[in-house]
């Protein structure tokens, strides 16, 4: 494995950290700022909503600079974001961190999956990818007991510290790790990695939305997260009000669910090289399914634990793919790359928003698994005619 992948993993799960350890930390940041639970809850929002504008603003600004470069000076920022949270002395301060740091999330991961790809063989592009994103799967199984543990022993600014400290490691990970030309060539190297070419103007950037194939991947992943992630922030209730299971229990389930976005990410990364489309295909399906039966089973605690981790498994196995296949037709444009992380946060807050006004609407906590399967289900018919379009369109030999 080239060090290079081993340093943006370690970037990915640094990021992953301060996305997820802050719901850990909640109670702490506002008694520490006298605030409510709904004003510490904006440092989640806020962040969600920094990555969404960052991913594309940042991606378009530094179209002309080499990828290494701008890689490097995202993970400072991201330093420096977590350092201002950690030396905060009022709310407004942290949220401007969370902010900051937020900024450089969409664009790492964008930018970051075109390096990933140019340092390994053509064949295992999903695979390098999916190596990448482990850092955030990781995260995600780690980051709420994390925040949790370091905040409760000692304080809720240590947790910040060692995010900021890893950010560092990263840093220098990537400036020593990462070769300084990889994702810049436009053509297979000598060596017969993939180096995607490299539009270096922001119009440039923005005509690899001409492709439909790119927005029909886009669509596909916005409603394929979103139904998984609007399943999952309500699955604490469905957990507690359905299955039976005690707060208590909330935690560990969660480490099952993270788990199986860990298996899936390195399973869908393999898969992806082999048969990308089919494979997106599939696992979106499979989510489709996994969700259906949650809703039909969630009264079950041995069903609800084997379907937690098959919803992790399913619901990441598509990043990778998703990733490739993006960047494929728009021409290895980071822009797009970028914008794939962004239709997978926007896809979260419309899952959310539709879960939420399903129980408003009286219809019990089983409903978010409900309504993300369906959103899934339209994810599978997207793809399904990506892929057909794709096939038929593709020149015969």
Same mark, same amino acid.
């Given at each position: 494995m080239p060090g290079g992948l081993v340093a943006l993993a370690l970037g990915g799960f640094g990021i992953g950290l301060?996305?997820?350890?802050?719901?850990?930390?909640?109670?702490?940041?506002?008694?520490?700022?006298?605030?409510?639970?709904?004003?510490?809850?904006?440092?989640?929002?806020?962040?969600?909503?920094?990555?969404?504008?960052?991913?594309?603003?940042?991606?378009?600004?530094?179209?002309?600079?080499?990828?290494?470069?701008?890689?490097?000076?995202?993970?400072?920022?991201?330093? *420096?974001?977590?350092?201002?949270? !950690?030396? %905060?002395?009022? #709310?407004?301060? =942290?949220?401007?961190?969370?902010?900051?740091? &937020?900024?450089c999330h969409g664009s790492f991961f964008g930018i970051g999956s075109l390096v990933a790809r140019g340092l390994v063989a053509p064949e295992r592009t999903s695979r390098a990818v999916a190596v990448m994103?482990?850092?955030?799967?990781?995260?995600?199984?780690?980051?709420?007991?994390?925040?949790?543990l370091v905040g409760e022993r000692w304080g809720w600014r240590a947790a910040f510290w060692a995010v900021t400290a890893i950010g560092v490691l990263a840093l220098a990970g990537i400036a020593a790790l990462v070769p300084g030309g990889a994702g810049e060539a436009k053509s297979t190297t000598a060596e017969g990695r993939w180096d995607p070419p490299a539009p270096t103007s922001v119009r440039a950037q923005f005509r690899a939305?001409?492709?439909?194939? *790119?927005?029909?991947?886009?669509? !596909?992943? %916005?409603?394929? #997260?979103?139904? =998984?992630?609007?399943?999952?922030?309500?699955? &604490?209730?469905?957990?507690?009000?359905?299955?039976?299971?005690?707060?208590?229990d909330v935690a560990w389930l969660l480490m099952v669910y993270g788990v199986g976005l860990v298996v899936g990410n390195m399973v869908g990364g393999r898969a992806a090289d082999l048969d990308r489309d089919r494979a997106l295909v599939l696992s979106l399906l499979g989510l489709t399914v996994t969700l259906a039966l949650f809703g039909l089973l969630a009264g079950d605690a041995t069903?609800?634990?084997?379907?937690?981790?098959?919803?992790?498994?399913?619901?990441?196995?598509?990043?990778?793919?998703?990733?490739?296949?993006?960047?494929?037709?728009?021409?290895?444009?980071?822009?797009?790359?970028?914008?794939?992380?962004?239709?997978?946060?926007?896809?979260?807050?419309?899952?959310?928003?539709?879960g939420g006004l399903a129980i408003t609407a009286g219809l019990g906590y089983t409903a978010p698994l409900y309504v993300g399967a369906g959103l899934v289900l339209t994810a599978v018919v997207v793809m399904a005619v990506a892929a057909h379009h794709a096939r038929s369109s593709a020149p015969q030999t």
């Open positions: 301060t996305e997820f350890l802050i719901a850990g930390l909640l109670p702490q940041v506002a008694s520490s700022f006298a605030v409510s639970e709904a004003a510490a809850g904006r440092l989640i929002s806020g962040y969600a909503l920094s990555v969404a504008v960052g991913a594309i603003a940042l991606t378009a600004a530094t179209a002309r600079l080499p990828r290494k470069q701008v890689l490097v000076g995202l993970v400072a920022l991201f330093v *420096v974001g977590n350092l201002v949270s !950690a030396l %905060a002395a009022s #709310y407004p301060v =942290m949220l401007l961190g969370r902010i900051v740091a &937020a900024l994103f482990a850092g955030l799967t990781l995260a995600n199984v780690l980051g709420v007991p994390f925040g949790a939305f001409r492709s439909w194939q *790119v927005w029909l991947t886009l669509t !596909a992943t %916005a409603l394929g #997260y979103g139904g =998984m992630f609007g399943a999952f922030t309500y699955i &604490a209730y469905t957990f507690t009000e359905v299955g039976g299971f005690s707060s208590g069903a609800s634990v084997v379907l937690t981790f098959l919803m992790g498994v399913f619901g990441f196995a598509s990043v990778p793919g998703m990733i490739t296949r993006v960047t494929d037709h728009a021409h290895g444009a980071a822009l797009a790359a970028s914008a794939n992380v962004s239709a997978s946060n926007l896809g979260n807050a419309l899952g959310a928003w539709l």
